[in-house]
């Protein structure tokens, strides 16, 4: 399941031309990653991963459906502005959503928690933290 919902959490992500444009994405990278980008990555890039997952119950089933939380993290060297308009970009795809996951039918997918800007002064990378709370329902 978690596979599942990573996959669509990705691919809502690079959905948005918006932001593939903005990250400077192509065709073989599209500077989304799952947990952590490769060694190799330059910013500004996204790296996403699953926070929390809870199985809420129903009288049919104790696993009827998922209610989880995903982390979003968006990174660059350029400004501050640059690091939020590409935030504003993620907000604009992610906030009130609807994931495609196999195997589920995705419910809603609601921003609970968008962070300070956060500048690392030894990298020079400015970073802003999200938090999304899921819900997917099994079919």
Request: hydrophobic fraction near 40%; proline fraction near 3%.
């Amino acid at each position: 399941m978690i596979n599942a919902v990573n996959i669509g959490f990705y691919n809502k992500l690079i959905s948005s031309a918006s932001l593939q444009t903005a990250l400077g994405g192509s065709a073989s990278d599209k500077k989304i990653y799952n947990v952590k980008a490769p060694q190799s990555a330059t910013v500004p890039y996204i790296t996403f991963g699953l926070n929390t997952d809870r199985p809420i119950g129903t009288f049919e089933s104790q696993e009827a459906v998922e209610d989880l939380t995903y982390w979003i993290n968006v990174f660059s060297s350029t400004s501050v502005a640059h690091v939020t308009t590409i935030t504003d970009l993620v907000l604009a795809v992610m906030d009130d959503a609807t994931l495609t996951v196999t195997g589920y039918t995705g419910m809603k997918c609601v921003r609970e928690f968008m962070g300070a800007i956060i500048w690392d002064l030894e990298t020079g990378i400015y970073q802003i933290p999200l938090r999304y709370r899921l819900w997917i329902d099994k079919t």
